[in-house]
């Protein structure tokens, strides 16, 4: 089946920036997705970028699609304790209503 | 967007007993969700589950351990049946979003079960 992959853990340093990397092997993917899931709480959306895009910016947050080398990557600015949390890769494509999640990155801001 | 709430937020089951889960959505969907999330691992989509049809599973799940009801557009349940420890998880129900195009999905907070 098609995969997406991320690493497990990330620890910086409150002020510095946060890179989360991804990969997937569906080709066909249309929407890459950033979620952000907090203690307790669902997973929510946090900013998506369609497959014809290579960069998308919204505040401090800065999407990069690589579609050639299927990687996917979420940029934080000026990381805050607030922003730890697992964050979650996924990607849909339109044969399918389902979308792949990977494992999910737990960030972790030090003070 | 889609408030989502499920009960219970979290169980400790015995082996060989089996769990309903409940979602409950603030607006009417026509497309809901289950997943499963384990330690470490990716987000599992276990069904589909559409109001007025049959639930639709996923490669590795079937209906009598995972039975799911959909008795109208704000409401849907699944059960895990005759539950292991293997079904120790995180139970999430989503929706998708039917006002935009790139397919966005609210989840619900979750059910964190323990299986003994």
């Known amino acids: 089946g098609e995969d997406v992959e991320q690493s497990l853990f990330l620890s910086v340093r409150e002020g510095d920036s946060s890179v989360i990397n991804c990969t997937y092997t569906?080709?066909?993917?249309?929407?890459l997705y950033w979620y952000k899931q907090e203690p307790g709480a669902g997973l929510q959306l946090l900013t998506y970028?369609?497959?014809?895009?290579d960069m998308k910016q919204d505040q401090r947050l800065t999407v990069l699609l690589n579609k050639k080398d299927k990687h996917l990557s979420l940029r934080i600015a000026d990381t805050q304790t607030g922003d730890s949390a697992i964050y979650f890769c996924?990607?849909?494509?339109?044969?399918?209503?389902?979308?792949?999640f990977g494992a999910g990155t737990r960030l972790t801001v030090k003070p | 967007s889609a408030v989502i709430s499920q009960k219970p937020s979290r169980d400790i089951c015995q082996r060989g007993t089996s769990l309903t889960i409940q979602c409950q959505v603030d607006?009417?969907?026509?497309?809901m969700f289950w997943y499963r999330q384990q330690p470490g691992q990716s987000l599992t989509l276990i069904a589909t589950?559409?109001?007025?049809?049959?639930?639709?599973?996923e490669s590795g799940f079937v209906i009598d351990k995972f039975p799911i009801s959909r008795p109208n557009l704000t409401f849907s349940t699944l059960t895990v049946s005759n539950m292991s420890p293997e079904d120790s998880s995180i139970y999430l129900c989503?929706?998708?979003?039917?006002?935009?195009?790139?397919?966005?999905?609210?989840f619900g907070p979750g059910t964190r079960l323990t299986v003994l």
């Open positions: 989503s929706v998708e979003s039917s006002g935009t195009t790139y397919n966005e999905q609210f």
């Open positions: 569906d080709s066909s993917s249309t929407y």
């Open positions: 970028i369609f497959s014809n895009m």
């Open positions: 996924a990607e849909s494509n339109p044969n399918n209503n389902d979308m792949r």
């Open positions: 607006s009417q969907v026509t497309m």
């Open positions: 589950a559409n109001q007025g049809s049959e639930a639709t599973y």
